[in-house]
């Protein structure tokens, strides 16, 4: 599917965009950007929106807007017979038959081969904050995720690094972290809002024996920050380097 890469209508005031399968989540991203918009999901670096349909895959934006279940208003698949479905139309409000959209979501291509797409976008926020915590142990920081969700903190990201990860971030770019468990967040919003979050949670982890907690606002600081978990499957290699990866979700 690799050559089916166009973009065929954005609807702005609609928040929704119909692509062809083999348009990448980063170049979509690429060309919502002027509009104000994005699709937020950010699974592999390299995934396409067919692939990710037909893994109904996730992101570290899950805890906010969903996985790909949630976020594919309808599509167009090629089934085993030549026949062409089309599971949907593009109103939001729509509940007639079965739920066919979600039924190839995830059929990794054994249903039919997903030949159009139509995504639902979200607004770009104004502003957003990347934290970081340690914890004395992963008990520790899911209590505090947990905590989060509970107090009604809309969290935009939250992920968990154990101390081995950190370890291997550590020997991968020659960092010296502290090698305990560690949760990451972002908040966003208005810049107010986001702070206000950030300062609620950093109270919260402070209840659960968290300690070190940092976050950054300027855009580079944040990029170096979150570059850490980003970059957690390439530091996984540093640890064992005879070994290869086999991708999980
Ligand atoms: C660094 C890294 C981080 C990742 N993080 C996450 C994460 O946070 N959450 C998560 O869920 N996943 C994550 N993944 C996995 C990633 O989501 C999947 O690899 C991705 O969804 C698959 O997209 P793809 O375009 O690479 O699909 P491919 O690997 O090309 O295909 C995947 C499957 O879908 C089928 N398929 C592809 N296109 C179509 C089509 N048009 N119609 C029907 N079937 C089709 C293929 O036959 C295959 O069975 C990560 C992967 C990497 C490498």
Known sequence: MSSMKKIKSLHVEDMDVVV?????????????????????????????????CAT??????????????DNVINLQAVLPDGDVVKTGSRARKSAAGYDLTRLIIGSEGTLGVITEVTLRLQKLPSHSVVAMCNFQTVKDAADVAIATMHSGI????????????????????????????????????????ALEQTLLVQKIAAEHHGSDFIFVEEPNAK????????????????????HEAMITV
């Open 223 to 242: 990029e170096e920050l979150w570059k850490i978990r980003k970059e957690a499957l390439w530091a996984g290699f540093a640890m064992k380097p005879d």
């Open 154 to 193: 809309q969290v935009s990201r939250v992920e968990l690094l154990d101390e081995v990860q950190i370890r291997a971030i550590n020997m991968a770019n020659g960092k010296s972290l502290p090698e305990v468990p560690t949760l990451m967040f972002e908040f966003i919003g208005t810049e107010a809002y």
């Open 20 to 52: 062809e399968p083999g348009v990448g989540w980063i170049e979509l991203n690429e060309y919502l950007k002027p509009h104000g918009l994005f699709f937020p999901l950010d699974p592999g670096p390299g995934a396409t929106i067919g692939g990710m």
């Open 56 to 69: 109904r895959c996730s992101g570290s934006l899950a805890v906010r807007y969903g996985t790909m279940r």
